[in-house]
């Protein structure tokens, strides 16, 4: 082998480290006093690697109530490829139950030991509704995000159902797909439902409707489900 394969080769891993690193990480913004909100929803890769701890750690009980439910998807591609292959590591995790969204916050919390003044949660009802309201309703979202709305029923900036045609995805997309709002957070409206800690369903999915995916719409799924997935609050406590 020679130096200039070894140089690619040497680059090569230290991408992969990275891209595992970026990946799986997760980013937040500021949404009340003490509380930041994650910017995506919860992806495959981020909960494959809780799901990878629970195997290693050999926790065989929690792992299987917390492992996704690939049955609820209707095509046999889906359930083979969705949750394990890696062109859909950057969409939405779904298909699991509240109990194992819990597990994946405590996870968190455990991986964070050393920071005691921070709990990672799912957010409020209340919570989810803030950060929808500051980032969708600002002057600034009218006059930058105008252009994707169409009759007050279709918005293109979001993976949501068209309703006068048919949706070519008919699918979740990756979580960083279309535009952010105006403080940053991605698919808050579309693309996947997103369950809060009191149990309500909020945001709508991609088979759903513009005035489906309202702030005041709560959508009635029982999990498991594969419209359903979810996103996480860093709470700072204070001392």
């Given at each position: 082998?020679?130096?200039?394969?070894?140089?690619?080769?040497?680059?090569?891993?230290?991408?992969?480290?990275?891209?595992?690193?970026?990946?799986?990480?997760?980013?937040?913004v500021?949404?009340?006093?003490?509380?930041?909100?994650?910017?995506?929803?919860?992806?495959?890769?981020?909960?494959?690697?809780f799901?990878?701890?629970?195997?290693t750690?050999?926790?065989?009980?929690?792992?299987?109530?917390?492992?996704?439910?690939?049955?609820?998807?209707?095509?046999?591609?889906?359930?083979?490829?969705?949750?394990?292959?890696?062109?859909?590591?950057?969409?939405?995790?779904?298909?699991?139950?509240?109990?194992?969204m819990?597990?994946y916050?405590?996870?968190?919390?455990?991986?964070?030991?050393?920071?005691?003044?921070?709990?990672?949660?799912?957010?409020?009802?209340?919570?989810?509704?803030?950060?929808?309201?500051?980032?969708?309703?600002?002057?600034?979202?009218n006059?930058?995000?105008?252009?994707?709305?169409?009759?007050?029923?279709?918005?293109?900036?979001?993976?949501?159902?068209?309703?006068?045609?048919?949706?070519?995805?008919?699918?979740?997309?990756?979580?960083?797909?279309?535009?952010?709002?105006?403080?940053?957070?991605?698919?808050?409206?579309?693309?996947?439902?997103?369950?809060?800690?009191?149990?309500?369903?909020?945001?709508?999915?991609?088979?759903?409707?513009?005035?489906?995916?309202?702030?005041?719409?709560?959508?009635?799924?029982?999990?498991?489900?594969?419209?359903?997935?979810?996103?996480?609050?860093?709470?700072?406590?204070?001392?």
């Open positions: 082998m020679n130096f200039c394969t070894k140089i690619v080769l040497v680059l090569y891993c230290l991408f992969l480290i990275s891209f595992k690193k970026t990946s799986t990480s997760q980013k937040y500021k949404i009340d006093q003490n509380v930041y909100i994650s910017t995506t929803e919860v992806s495959n890769i981020q909960y494959r690697a799901l990878e701890y629970l195997i750690s050999h926790q065989t009980s929690l792992y299987q109530r917390c492992i996704y439910d690939s049955s609820q998807w209707n095509t046999e591609p889906m359930k083979e490829y969705y949750h394990r292959h890696v062109a859909y590591h950057q969409y939405p995790v779904v298909n699991i139950t509240h109990e194992a819990e597990a916050c405590e996870w968190l919390n455990d991986q964070d030991e050393a920071k005691r003044n921070v709990k990672y949660r799912l957010p409020t009802a209340n919570e989810w509704k803030n950060a929808y309201i500051l980032g969708y309703t600002a002057e600034k979202f006059k930058t995000q105008s252009k994707y709305f169409h009759h007050d029923t279709v918005f293109d900036g979001a993976n949501i159902k068209n309703p006068t045609q048919t949706n070519v995805e008919n699918m979740p997309a990756p979580v960083y797909a279309y535009p952010p709002n105006t403080i940053g957070i991605y698919n808050l409206i579309g693309n996947v439902c997103e369950y809060n800690s009191d149990g309500t369903i909020l945001g709508g999915s991609w088979d759903q409707t513009f005035r489906e995916c309202s702030v005041n719409q709560t959508q009635q799924y029982s999990l498991p489900n594969l419209h359903v997935g979810f996103r996480i609050v860093k709470e700072i406590i204070k001392k």
